[in-house]
């Protein structure tokens, strides 16, 4: 769960080494001394293009840094899934794109160019024609009839189906939550067969494998489902099957990377995840779930796999999704203690003693240092993850928990203040965000994966989420860990263990934080007049919705007006912790009890609307800031040092000068799906 990349030859020096495929070219790149690492590559629309660092990848071992390359070739290699599971036009309208931008001998200064060129980038950032964040799709801000001229002055093919869908009205939502309508049909995600209801997904994993009692499988998690002569089938996603074509490209690589495995267990889990890939059998996929949870020794290891459900507006189908992790040898140590002291946490939250778990099991927390990414971790990437999602592995055999070291470092070298003076009630709450704000995050990111997603059990009899909570699972799940993290973090416990010098204070900037965002902030990232969507903006709304309206009588979270300006002042931190507690203890008796009835009232009574004069206010406010609200990430390209005989001596890591760059090499050098799958 998320806190929400080559090819088959390897090239250097002229060298060929495997698959019978030419010799590529790297991109031209722009080596640059750590002092002056620049962190910022790009602005573009509501988008801000970043850099990271791979600190610690010049002390692994050679046999170590082939293992990182091998994953990132694997994981580079299923871009493309990702792409076709977003929306079925969007490997044909990139491949338009990408052609046009590459041929066109017009005028590039000219305004309508400049809007194609960052309507593309747009594209590229969001895999696809819908926007990563909101699910709307995006919309150029040029006409048709120039579209057109370009297709004709660079003879780019587009059907005229994927033509007309980037102007018209039709797939408007990739992802579409709301209650009220079929969720399914009202989605474009690749996910169902253009006839699929919601009723017929139900229909369908009610009578589907769910696998051995008390052990159930992922049911759908890759696959898509359809109607072939008047009958529901999944096409699964494996070799020989759906999207085999690029899987056969990842499974070349994972062998290359168990030829280089640092211990027996790791060499098991890739055999594990080879298999699964080449069968799409679930049941192996939970076996290589618990080897990979178990296999915990070692510098490197990875993410990889159709995981995250969060784009299935029924919450079945995972996404395509990989990460390749380097161990923080320091910051592992340190945050160590937060999984050594989990069972402490589950024993001392407010839930109900009947929905607390009698033995937190294996919950393993590292930071890590991500070497690469692609798929539904890229650009756009999370900062801390916790897997495996299938929770009775995770009862039975625990899980692991990462912060993106990294990432969120380069997150924090890439900010300012200019927001959080606009937004902050007083100097006191910017005071303590300058200070602690970064510790705070740090935090609730580890508390919300170590502790949050861990905690708790579901009753006995009672289905999993996906199937008891439908469309809100995702967000009470996102919304219950975050409680989890916001409850402890004013808990004295954290300065016991060592975390900080001053609970307190911590604390408060956190609360002051989340608050903050709830209710203002994070609204910079939708248009006026929209709803909240996205799962984890929702989550943040209702938690913090919930508490102000709980605390009103006693004025915990006061509204303040000043020179016309609405700010949130917390007056009782105390009482907050309490409200905090009292949601934690019902929105898990929620997810035990299975109750929809319930997280509907919750998400849709204080999550999903938007009270529009604020709404106004924070986009009024915000226009001073030229920092655009959405982050993302280039990867720094891995290269192969080889020797006369095309034996790997060293890599050599060296950073993208453009997003287009990277783009560009990407789909040169990692397309191996058809447009049509």
Known sequence: MKLKQMLCAVVAAGVLTSCGTEAKKEPKVAEKKAKEFEYVVEQFADIKVLRYQIPGFDEL??????????????????????????????LEIRAALENINNNFKGDKESEEFKAFTT?????????????HYSNDKLKPEFSKEYFESLLKETNTELSTEALEVIFNDKDAKKVNKKAGVDNVLA???????????SKDVEDFYAKADKGPEGQPIEAGLNSKLVRE?????????????????????????????KEVAENEKQAKTLELLIEYYKTGDLHTWDEYAIAWVESTEGNIDWINGFIEVYNDPKGYRGSYETIVQIKDFDMSKKMKVLSDNAQWFEDNSPLDPTHKKKDVVGVSYKTVNVAGEAGDASPSTPIGVNLPNNNWIRQQHGSKSVS???????????????????????????DLEIKYGKLADKLHTALHEVIGHASGVINDGIGQPKETLKNYASTMEEGRADLVGLYYLMDPKLQELGLVDDWQKVGKAAYDGYIRNGLMTQLIRINLGDDIEED?????????????????KDNVIEKVTRDGKTYYNINDYDKLREIFGRLLKETQRIKSEGDFEAAKALVEGYGVKVDQDIHKEVLDRNVQFTSAPYNGFV????????????NITDIKITQPETFEEQMNFYAKNYNFLPIKN
């Not at 984890?536 to 009103?552: D, I, K, P, T, Y």
């Not at 990867?635 to 095309?646: I, K, Q």
């Open 536 to 552: 984890h903006m929702v989550n943040r709304q209702w938690v913090s919705a919930w508490a102000f309206e709980q605390g009103a």
């Open 404 to 430: 993106l070291g990294n990432i969120i470092g380069s997150y924090n070298n890439a900010g300012g203040t200019g927001r959080l003076k606009e937004f902050a009630n007083d100097q006191e709450e910017i």
């Open 187 to 197: 989605s474009a995600v690749n996910f169902y067969g253009a006839d699929i209801t």
């Open 229 to 257: 002569d008047g009958k529901l089938v999944e096409k699964v996603w494996k070799s020989g099957g759906m999207y085999g074509q690029a899987i056969d490209k990842i499974i070349y690589w994972l062998g290359k990377a």
């Open 635 to 646: 990867n720094p390209v891995l290269e192969p040092v080889m020797d006369a005989e095309g």
């Open 61 to 90: 071992t050679l046999k170590e840094k082939k293992l990182v390359y091998y994953l990132t070739q694997a994981g580079l290699s299923g871009r493309d899934i990702m792409w076709d599971q977003n929306y079925r036009h969007n």
């Open 119 to 131: 309507y593309l980038k747009r594209v590229w950032f969001s895999n696809g024609i819908h926007h």
